[in-house]
């Protein structure tokens, strides 16, 4: 596929030892060399030293290296040339190749280009910018897992086997005179598939946690130090912390990564019956974020504990998983006090918060813990995996209540379609776009 010429400044903004600026398309490797002097003959792959010479002068002494369809990161031929890393250089040659006949390339247009070259998948494609973005090394690590491949690979057997199925129920439906399918049989074989999907969903997915994050949210009623220990967590002011109780009416996220793992910590409104207004919405929006929650960290001041417990019981029926934390241990001195709590800390002093965090990690194990095989980066990959097992199983009760077999055919080309989905063999253009824009420009 031949596209246009294209180019972008491919390393971070600011000033830095070296800085990179990429180009692809078709005539890229000529369009290039009008800027480069000192290149006697290419050789692709091959780093080439030049000066970077514009209408005006020499702007930089540089290295080229050129790499040639389809043997390229996009499948195009390509260039990337390696500049001293002033930002102002890095703009003076940009300006230099649009003028020369390239334009700026959108958010993620090489790796775009990469997939609709045939270079890697969709699936690969996610994997890659979870790698970019990756925010703590166990992010990193299922990042590099995913960008391994087992997925693709995964699926593209399942799709082939359900394929086989499929072929078997097309005879029927074309020769229905000739040939029956043994109904058992194919229940069978789609059973096996059935079972596959449904690992494959529940061992991969842990990779979409620690790529996105645990969502933990800090809960309990106003004044029992929420905010003081999203501060603490954080090491540094980021919630207002006064003496009235309601000062934070809206939920607060930041970012945390403890031994590794990023946690999504959630600061939020104190729950009471009697709250109104303004407070109101914001008791409303804890109990929202409390149902969308991995973790909640339910607060306790042990100090005066017992309303505190009546609450836990009312909440802790819409929480996934909880740890009960005991606050301001300074302040309590009976060490037996409240004997529900999971740890005692002091959010104020910063007491006891290794223990909390050792506990958040323990709690949260079963869905941040990578098994062996084939890892989930995206709500996408998950969405489209549930949807291709949901019409298997569909197809299977068609199949064992007897009726027609051309239902149980449109339902596994469903699932197919959902898997081709998925790898982007079915990929619109409005897809693309939407998938890459969250891309870095020269990526």
Sequence with gaps: MIFDRICAIATPPGVSALGMIRCSGNGTHDAVRTSLQGIAAIRPRTAHTARFVSDRGVIDEVVAVFY??????????????????????????????????????????????????????????????????????????????????????????????????????????????????DRQLLNSNLGLLLSRISELISKGENGIVLTHGVKTVIVGRPNVGKSTLLNALLKKDRAIVTDTPGTTRDTIEEALSIQGVYFRIVDTAGIRKDADGIEYLGVRRSYEAIEQADLCLFIVDLSDYEEDLYLLQETAKTMRRHLVVGNKKDIQKDITACEECDVKISARSSEGLEDLEEAMIERTSEITDLHDGEVIVSERQKHLLHKCKDLLSEAISSLEQGESIDISSSLLNQSVSALDDLTGRRATEDLLNKMFSDFCVGK
């Design 68 to 181: 040639s369809s389809p043997a390229s990161y996009t499948g195009e031929d390509m260039v990337e040339i390696t500049f001293h890393g002033s930002p102002l250089i890095l703009r003076t040659a940009l300006q230099c190749l649009l003028k020369n006949g390239f334009r700026q390339a959108f958010p993620g247009e090489f790796t775009k280009r990469a997939v609709l070259n045939n270079k890697m998948d969709l699936i690969k494609a996610e994997s890659i910018n979870a790698l970019v973005t990756a925010p703590t090394s166990r992010s990193l690590e299922a990042a590099v897992s995913a960008y391994k491949g087992g997925l693709s690979r995964e699926v593209e057997g399942l799709r082939g086997e359900i394929i086989s199925v499929l072929a078997e129920i097309e005879v029927e439906l074309n020769y229905p005179e000739d040939h029956v399918s």
